[in-house]
């Protein structure tokens, strides 16, 4: 068994309300790590059918992003986690430093920084002939300044262990039809270059996860049938795939890995 050194470290990870997705998954791999998480997420209220959230589906991704973050608490709660959970905004500069005044004041420090948080449109307006302002402003306010202020934060307020993990997509470089979130995204890998470059000197890592088509419950029967052609190793990720990445990124072994964009899509987009 791997012993990723772990135990009693502080992560903050964002967008963690999904008990799906890939934050709340990875929430549960730093607890049982022994590692002291805290949860932050803002709820998105999109229109979904109540009725559809027993099956995969936008209706049970919307309906698990518009909620609060009980459903992953109760997990937390049943492996004795040490957790916190905050609603917050963080493309707010001013929410964020309440973020990291309230986890210090909790537990002292910050050891891992998650940065999962992500919006996207859902009208259809991400393509050059139909993007509008407003669109871009709110896609890049939560995947690029929000990054960028928790980072920031993380940086003022560093102890002696620093590891910065960032989500992208695999399909960064190229997403035609979804121009702005990809571009966000896209952004966002060549922060993590920059700002690796910038605090190595602090010992502090800074590393992009990049997932191909994962099952955090937006992916339906029909939409499955549909890309699971596209991914070479014939299957959908899963969520768990993503968060053994991230302990491997966060742990005492990756010590010496800053500035990558690890891909973590069964071959898609490479």
Not at 8 to 37: Q, S, Y
Not at 191 to 213: F, H
Request: glycine share 8%.
């Amino acid at each position: 068994m791997v012993d990723y050194g772990l135990k009693d470290r502080v992560a903050i990870i964002t967008g963690a309300n999904n008990p799906w997705g890939i934050g709340a998954t990875t929430a549960l791999a730093f607890a049982r790590e022994g590692a002291k998480v805290v949860l932050i997420y803002k709820k998105v209220n999109r229109s979904f059918d109540e009725s559809k959230m027993d099956k995969n589906g936008v209706d049970r991704y919307y309906g698990a992003n518009a909620g609060n973050a009980e459903a992953v608490e109760s997990k937390l709660k049943e492996i004795n986690a040490d957790y916190h959970v905050l609603e917050s905004d963080i493309s707010n500069e001013d929410t964020v430093k309440e973020i990291y005044d309230t986890v210090l004041k909790k537990y002292g420090r910050v050891d891992i920084l998650l940065n999962n948080a992500a919006t996207d449109d859902e009208t259809g307006c991400d393509t050059i002939e139909t993007i509008t302002q407003d669109v871009i402003d709110d896609t890049f306010s939560v995947n690029v300044r929000g990054s960028i202020l928790m980072i920031r934060e993380f940086i003022k307020r560093r102890g002696e262990y620093g590891r910065i993990i960032n989500i992208s997509t695999d399909a960064a470089q190229i997403f035609a039809g979804q121009i702005t979130y990809g571009a966000s995204k896209a952004t966002l890998e060549a922060l993590t270059r920059s700002i690796a470059l910038e605090v190595a000197k602090y010992g502090i890592t800074v590393n992009c996860v990049a997932p191909g088509p994962t099952q955090t419950g937006w992916i339906d029967e029909e939409f499955e049938k549909d890309v699971i052609p596209l991914i070479p190793m014939g299957k959908l990720i899963q969520p768990e795939d993503i968060a053994e990445t991230i302990l491997f990124l966060a742990s005492k072994q990756a010590g010496m890995i800053t500035g990558q964009v690890i891909k973590v899509s069964g071959g898609k987009a490479l």
